[in-house]
């Protein structure tokens, strides 16, 4: 089975400075998905942004970009230009290329955007 | 506003009582899905519906009952509930019950159980 580990449950940063969430999988698959939400406090996920598994460029929208290192089993985030709205609960998430499609979401990561 | 619309908001009940968690969506989606998040645990899923069939049960306790009458619309009607069962019910919808699909979650419903 999959496993999803967050291992910061809580960080801090800085209005517009960079902050770095990491989280790492486990699987023996060659061909999966991988996922950022976001939950702020109205407590809605939100995709953040989105890596397909056989892409070896990593993922970009705006000021969200991914760290994917397939071997390593690694994906963080990385959030540049930190604004008050980024603070919520940010999930990483993994989910099968095969049949099964089922979303497995790590522990999640508190981030402050302190000003 | 992701169009996944969750009723109540919040809601305390007891153990003997029976009550029910309503989800719609106005995004023409034909899959939905239930997820619980429970305080410094992962997302579970629980149950997902693809074109109002049923075709996943996570080894969810029957006190959970889950409807869903067409796709726009998904129910969770609870009875019979443990202290354990309280969490945030999350309820998410997705074009199709795919591989790659983009999931669009709704607010949730904070459940007390007392």
């Known amino acids: 089975a999959q496993t999803v580990t967050q291992s910061q449950p809580e960080m801090s940063v800085q209005e517009a400075e960079t902050v770095t969430l990491s989280c790492t999988y486990d699987?023996?698959?060659?061909?999966?998905?991988l996922f950022w939400y976001k939950q702020p406090p109205s407590r809605q996920m939100i995709l953040v942004i989105r890596?397909?598994?056989?892409?070896?460029q990593n993922a970009t929208e705006n000021r969200f970009s991914v760290n994917f290192q397939k071997a390593a089993k690694s994906f963080s985030l990385k959030i540049s230009d930190s604004q008050l709205g980024d603070t919520a609960m940010y999930f990483c998430?993994?989910?099968?290329?095969?049949?099964?499609?089922?979303?497995?979401f790590g522990k999640g990561t508190l981030l402050t955007v302190n000003p | 506003e992701t169009g996944v619309t969750q009723t109540p908001r919040h809601l305390v009940m007891g153990m003997t009582n029976k009550k029910s968690l309503k989800c719609e969506q106005h995004?023409?989606?034909?899959?939905m899905y239930w997820y619980k998040q429970s305080a410094k645990k992962p997302l579970e899923l629980m149950f997902v519906y693809n074109f109002k069939e049923q075709t996943e049960n996570n080894s969810v306790p029957s006190r959970f009952s889950p409807e869903c009458p067409n796709s726009s619309h998904l129910f969770l009607h609870l009875h019979t509930l443990q202290p354990e069962d309280s969490a945030l019910y999350l309820c998410?919808?997705?074009?199709?019950?795919?591989?790659?699909?983009?999931?669009?979650f709704g607010s949730g419903t904070q459940l007390s159980v007392l």
């Open positions: 995004l023409g989606h034909n899959a």
């Open positions: 998430a993994f989910r099968s290329g095969g049949s099964n499609y089922k979303l497995t």
């Open positions: 890596q397909e598994a056989y892409k070896q």
């Open positions: 699987t023996s698959e060659n061909n999966y998905y």
């Open positions: 998410a919808s997705s074009p199709i019950q795919g591989v790659n699909e983009k999931l669009f």
